[in-house]
């Protein structure tokens, strides 16, 4: 089964807002996560990745908070807009599985203008 | 640049037909190749890797293999469809070390009939 999971299957907010994305995993041994934005029929895209040595990491727009005590891990997307308009993956890379990345169920994010 | 190619984009087969789809990375020497499979609604769940020529782990059992005939090529097969076959197909790419990123396709669109 999936490990790797998010709070809220959906999330609307209106453009110019903050969002906030949730996951929770529950492997402690993983020591690497990856958001990934998927459009509809397209393949995943990469957006921002964490080090488990790190609790912090920003982008463009975006940043990512990883809590290990309660295994928890955010996406934080500034200023949102409708072309982020998407559905939303956390993955980790767990160490008995190499260097496959498992993912989670995911969030579609809907921006309204 | 690396670019990665998975085709048809889109294919409807009747139950019990063959199945072959090709996936093909440029610009990179030694990737790692994953075929993952997501189900509506849901992440990509893993189904092969390959660390080189001829390497294939299987994820999950099923009614699919794979094959890696060549560094940069990893098909994904089947002798005879199911309809629980049905789902979208995707390929992807590493660089081949734990807590990297991975490359998606586009992915096919499988239709079984």
């Known amino acids: 089964g999936e490990n790797v999971g998010l709070h809220l299957p959906t999330l609307s907010v209106q453009e110019g807002d903050n969002s906030i994305i949730n996951c929770a995993y529950s492997?402690?041994?993983?020591?690497?996560f990856i958001w990934y934005k998927q459009e509809s029929g397209k393949g995943p895209q990469f957006i921002i990745d964490i080090r488990s040595n790190m609790d912090k990491r920003q982008g463009q727009r975006v940043t990512v908070l990883l809590n290990k005590t309660v295994k928890h891990l955010s996406l934080q997307i500034a200023a949102t807009q409708p072309g982020d308009s998407a559905v939303y993956f956390c993955a980790e890379n767990r160490s008995q599985a190499g260097t496959a990345l498992i993912f989670g169920k995911g969030t579609t994010l809907s921006v309204s203008s | 640049s690396q670019t990665i190619h998975q085709w048809p984009a889109t294919l409807v087969q009747p139950v019990g037909s063959p199945l072959s789809l090709e996936c093909t990375v440029e610009g990179t020497s030694n990737p790692n190749l994953y075929w993952y499979r997501q189900a509506a609604g849901r992440g990509p769940q893993l189904l092969f890797y390959?660390?080189?020529?001829?390497?294939i782990s299987s994820e999950v059992p099923q009614n699919l293999s794979a094959s890696r005939p060549q560094d940069r090529q990893f098909i994904l097969s089947s002798k005879k469809l199911l309809l629980s076959d049905s789902g979208f197909y995707l390929c992807?790419?590493?660089?081949?070390?734990?807590?990297?990123?991975?490359?998606f396709g586009q992915g096919t669109r499988l239709t079984v009939v």
């Open positions: 390959s660390v080189g020529i001829g390497q």
């Open positions: 492997n402690s041994a993983s020591d690497y």
């Open positions: 992807a790419w590493n660089a081949g070390q734990r807590n990297t990123e991975a490359f």
